[in-house]
């Protein structure tokens, strides 16, 4: 992947043919919307074939239009606004049957993630997770919904886990005063990366803990923090963020915690429906 395709297009410009220019000036003026088109329809966007388009791939060095077309959503991922965003969706779903278009586009992206995830990095995961004294978890803006799901049930099996409020920089670090060598700290960031989030990272390595990254890429701002590096797919799917194969993810990293410290679980989950019983926290059948 290149490290910047769109300074590498405009340093080649020059020596481009006159179909490669149309390519490669839309791309450089509109590669928020380039990422999300097909060769067709890009070729058709500028003027040209869908091969010159093909061509232009080979010619920037990718192994096909689609390598190419994943540089160009890394690229934007981090660079794109709500209100791209908004507007790339109007492309991107099918206006007359959204439901099955979300749907669809979340279940491939959970299918994604299970067949590039690390195995070998979740399991190291979760047995960091169940050796450390205390789990720090954070996660700001949308992750942070993660992070408190996540911290919900970890505490359910494990009890030791501290969910980091995303405040100011002064009061996230405040809040990670007693972190130290023997704890993990959980860091869930996605596109577009929120600053806090990368400084608290980097603070808690410092501290010497050990980082589990839950995010989208290798090539996150997270990934060089990371102990163990868990990726889930990401993309954008209108102004909001899909959160459908990162929630997966968790999920399965709870399912396995859970599983691994059951006689914590178990004790605490008895406690808890002795207490719900006790104050009538749920509703039953022969409610009024």
Known sequence: MQSNLIADIEKRMPEFSKSQKYIANYITQHYEKAA????????????????????FADEMGFDGYPEMQKALQSYGRNRLTTLQ???????????ENMLKSVMT??????????????????????????KARSIYIFGAMSSDILARFLGNYLNLSCGNVI??????????????????KEDVFISISFPRYF???LTATAYAKECGADIIAITDSEASPLAEYADQL??????????????????????ALVAEVGMKNSAKLEQTLTK????????????????K
């Open 36 to 55: 999300f088109m097909t060769a067709a329809k890009l070729g058709a966007a500028v003027g040209v074939s869908e091969s010159t388009v093909v061509r």
């Open 85 to 95: 965003r908004l507007d790339i969706s109007t492309d991107r779903l099918d206006g």
């Open 105 to 130: 586009q979340d279940i491939e992206r959970i299918r994604y993630t299970l067949e590039h995830v690390s195995e070998e990095s979740f399991n190291a995961a979760v047995d960091k997770i169940i």
């Open 163 to 180: 969910h980091v409020q995303p405040i100011n920089s002064s009061g996230i670090l405040q809040q990670l005063i007693r972190l130290g």
């Open 195 to 197: 600053k806090n989030t």
């Open 230 to 251: 868990l990726l889930a797919r990401s993309d954008i799917i209108s102004y909001a963020d899909s959160l459908a194969a990162p929630l997966s993810l968790i999920n």
């Open 272 to 287: 808890l429906e002795e207490l719900w019983e006790k104050n009538e926290a749920y509703k039953k059948d022969d409610d």
